[in-house]
């Protein structure tokens, strides 16, 4: 268990190197989507498996997604960058560290150490039961802060689609 | 316990995000390192529920990753809207507002 948290936290901590030193922005995303898989690995290791699945699916797959989505309506949308972006070598870097994260799921797999889930159904049960229990304002100030951001975000997106249909 | 190596590589993590908030001027990558930065104080967080065996270092993830996904639907409506009237995103060249 140690050592697969040490492997983790390198790949991690080298993947976010490479994020803030990259000159290019899809590279340096390819590199944080690596980064963020490393810290879910993490978060299951430190017995936290509910906050795993979420920084993959949420953080890994939605934030991420959003970003990508940004860069590419940012620039041209040339066939020439496009090329330029999506080299064969780019994708070595983070290939590399998200074998290395697949490696260290497979031994989890295979040595099939099961105990945790027994473990994890009660904790679950501790969160679901806090959630609406004591920090009940808290989840009611995230839907109040959820609500802007949506209002804000459509805000923003609409008036710059007016914009470029004028010019 | 892996409680104390968590601690410490969420403190590198943060300073990773805020090297790159400062030394970056490209609005993008400084969205990006506050990212990393969100998610060292997530992991700090887990280690600290985990440490003690207490489910809200999970909660204050989950608060956690509610304000992210805010917080970057938000800002990267303004990198779009700054990138189209500005043509570039140089944190620097946004110097309108002076104050």
């Known amino acids: ?9 390198a790949v991690s901590f080298l993947a976010t190197v490479r994020v803030i030193t990259h000159v290019h922005p899809v590279h ?12 879910a690995l993490i978060f ?12 993959i699916i949420i953080y890994g797959g939605a934030i991420m997604v959003l970003f990508i989505f940004v860069v590419m309506l940012l620039g041209p949308l040339a066939v020439e960058q496009e090329r330029t972006w999506m080299t064969p070598h780019a994708w070595v870097g983070p290939s590399i560290l998200a074998l290395v994260l697949l490696g260290e799921v497979g ?26 229990g004591p920090y009940i304002i808290g989840v009611e100030l995230a839907s109040m802060l959820l609500l802007p951001g949506l209002i804000g975000a459509y805000h923003l997106g609409r008036r710059l689609s007016r914009e470029g249909r004028g010019c | 316990m892996l409680s104390t ?18 030394s970056r001027r490209n609005i993008l ?12 104080a997530a992991l700090a967080f887990i280690a600290g529920g985990a440490r003690w065996g207490q489910v809200d270092g999970e909660i204050m993830f989950l608060f956690i990753l509610t304000l992210a996904a805010a917080e970057v639907s938000v800002a990267l409506g303004i990198v779009l809207q ?17 104050g």
């Open chain 2, 5 to 22: 190596p968590a601690l410490v590589l969420a403190i590198m993590l943060f300073a990773l995000g805020l090297i790159g908030l400062l």
């Open chain 1, 44 to 55: 299951y290791l430190l017995g936290a498996q509910f906050a795993a699945a979420l920084e």
């Open chain 1, 107 to 132: 031994y989890l797999i295979a040595a099939g150490d099961h105990t945790g889930s027994v473990i994890a159904e009660t904790r679950q049960k501790g969160i679901s039961i806090a959630l609406y």
């Open chain 1, 28 to 39: 340096a995303l390819l590199y944080l989507v690596v980064a963020l898989i490393a810290l």
């Open chain 2, 29 to 40: 990558y400084m969205l990006l390192s506050l990212e990393i930065m969100l998610n060292a």
């Open chain 2, 82 to 98: 700054l990138s189209h009237r500005f043509r570039t995103l140089d944190a620097d060249a946004f110097c309108e507002l002076r």
């Open chain 1, 1 to 9: 268990m140690e050592i697969l948290f040490y492997i983790a936290a």
